[in-house]
């Protein structure tokens, strides 16, 4: 994966747009907190923004499942990204099924500027359906990395978000008290629609 991480060229900066996905539980939070204080270490400048209604491990963190955390803006929608992401070489965004549509072309306008953009978000949503504007991501994206949890009923690589209450509504911020990563064959199974 260093490869990815070297954007910045003898010529200049160069932007880009790389996307980390996956279900719940995969360690997309945690990857995205380990590119970003790479490129802090390397001296580069980083703003790191979040959608405002994500609150619970902190407001004004990102924060993973494991514990790690970077200090971050909260915003209510993705074109304030725009307005916030000054004199910057890297802009990462957590989260990011939760932004409104804009998010692509802010994505591609940042990009545009010569910065490296890092999205984290959800794939699909608890029903296993695209999620949010992070399809849209991934088609204009230079590097897409997908990571998978593990299925808590089988062991398998997992990589759908199966919410156990009964809430129909697709936003519905919970932890393991409402989630858990499944694979393909017990998403099916659970939902029924094993065939």
Known sequence: MDFLENTVT???????????????????????????????????????????LDTRYSETRVVSHDDKSIVSTPVEHAAAILLLAGNVHVVGIDEAQFFDNALVDVCN?????????????????????????????LAIAEFVTKVHAIC???GNLAQYSFRKSDENQVVVL??????????????NKVRGSDD
């Open 10 to 52: 003898s010529q200049g900066k160069r932007g880009s747009v790389e996307v980390i996905t996956g279900s719940m539980f995969s360690g997309k939070t945690e990857e995205l907190i380990r590119r970003l204080r790479r490129a802090q270490f390397a001296g580069l400048k980083v703003e790191i923004f979040k959608p405002a």
């Open 109 to 137: 306008k940042l990009a545009d500027r010569g910065i490296r953009v890092i999205v984290a978000g959800l794939d699909m949503d608890f029903m296993g359906k695209p999620f949010g504007p992070i399809p849209d991501v």
């Open 174 to 187: 919970g932890e393991k008290d409402k989630y858990e990563p499944l694979c393909r064959s017990c998403f």
């Open 152 to 154: 808590m009923r089988c």
